[in-house]
């Protein structure tokens, strides 16, 4: 590594510092779809016009399914659990992600869920008890409320947040707070009712990881294109423009649960947003794993 390169650079594209704290993302797997698919109430020239740059021949573009792990100190954060490990071992699952960077689940000091879609809580339970055992899990309060009573009461997310809140380990969250120093939860309401991201800041230097509000980096200078998924289509808009001006403003690395890249915001003079991607999050954190596109994301 030369002497002249800049304070804070790795050649490992998975894993950035901010300031002193050190940041890995966790790939557990990949997957395709089609802009159409993603964004389906975009209209299909513009649509077509700015996903060009994402596509490949047969016009899909990748996505993939990523954790964010924080050290702060002596302290650790896993933000997202991912999909769970799938049965023919191609997928280890949370537990086996975290064991290739060296790190158990006691390890953990508290695990943020950002929403409660099945392939970010995947890995809270591990043979229906609590993965981490003992360890501070938070949720938004209307996140909570949404996934355990009325309709889904009986669904899959319920199932693996249940076990979890009767441990007594589940911290339901309202507004902005730091759960640990430097790590501060965003309300993001919209992809679902009590969506999080998480504010990171050591210094002057900023992370934000901001789950499934932003689905895919066109919505960097898209930020009105709602996903397929996002529940409430206004609210989803207003979280989606707040996180983009924000991390212009702080000059914040953006990681998203499903973008192949992380990167950083700009202003572009005369209006609107650039996306400049820092490095390509292809590689898998463990074994290769292929999902088979539009299937499990949500
Ligand atoms: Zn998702």
């Known amino acids: ?5 800049p304070v804070g650079w790795r050649m490992e594209p998975d894993r950035f510092w901010v300031g002193a704290m050190e940041c890995r993302v966790l790939v557990h797997g990949r997957g395709r779809g089609t802009p159409a698919w993603m964004f389906p109430d975009v209209p299909a020239d513009r649509r077509a016009e700015l996903t060009a740059p994402y ?8 996505f993939v399914y990523a954790s964010l792990i924080v050290r702060a100190g002596d302290r650790v954060a896993v933000v997202d659990t991912g999909p769970p490990a799938s049965s023919d071992g191609s997928e280890p699952g949370i537990v ?54 009325g309709l889904e009461a009986n669904g899959g997310a319920a199932s693996l947040f249940r076990p979890v809140m009767e441990a007594g380990l589940i911290e339901a969250a309202g507004g902005e707070h730091e759960v640990l120093p430097g790590v ?22 900023h992370a934000l990881y901001v789950g499934d509000s932003l689905a ?5 200078t898209e930020p009105d294109w709602n996903h ?5 289509a206004g609210p989803a808009i207003r979280s989606r423009r707040a996180l983009v001006e924000r991390a212009a403003r ?9 973008m192949t890249t992380r990167g950083r915001i700009t202003r572009r003079s005369g209006g609107g947003f650039l996306y400049r991607p820092d490095a390509a999050l292809h590689a898998p ?11 499990g994301l949500r």
Do not use: K
């Not at 590594?1 to 390169?5: G, I, N, Q, T």
């Not at 960077?101 to 043979?127: C, E, K, M, R, W």
């Not at 702080?250 to 499903?258: A, E, F, K, L, R």
């Not at 074994?287 to 299937?295: S, V």
């Open 216 to 220: 895919h980096e066109v919505n960097v």
């Open 96 to 149: 086996g992600a975290l064991a290739a960077i060296g790190v158990t689940p006691t390890d953990v000091d508290v695990v943020v869920s950002s929403h409660g879609h099945l392939d970010h809580i995947g890995g809270l339970t591990t043979a229906g008890e609590a993965t981490f055992a003992g360890v501070r899990h938070i949720v938004h309060q209307r996140e909570l409320e949404y996934w355990t009573t």
């Open 250 to 258: 702080d000059g914040s690395i953006i990681v998203g649960s499903h």
């Open 1 to 5: 590594m030369s002497a002249l390169a």
């Open 285 to 295: 954190t463990t074994a290769a794993a292929t999902h088979d596109g539009t299937d």
């Open 184 to 205: 501060r939860l965003l309300p993001t309401p919209g992809h679902t009712p009590g969506h999080l991201s998480v504010a990171i800041t050591s210094g002057r230097e």
């Open 228 to 232: 397929f998924s996002d529940m409430l």
């Open 55 to 62: 596509l490949d021949a047969a016009g899909e573009f990748e």
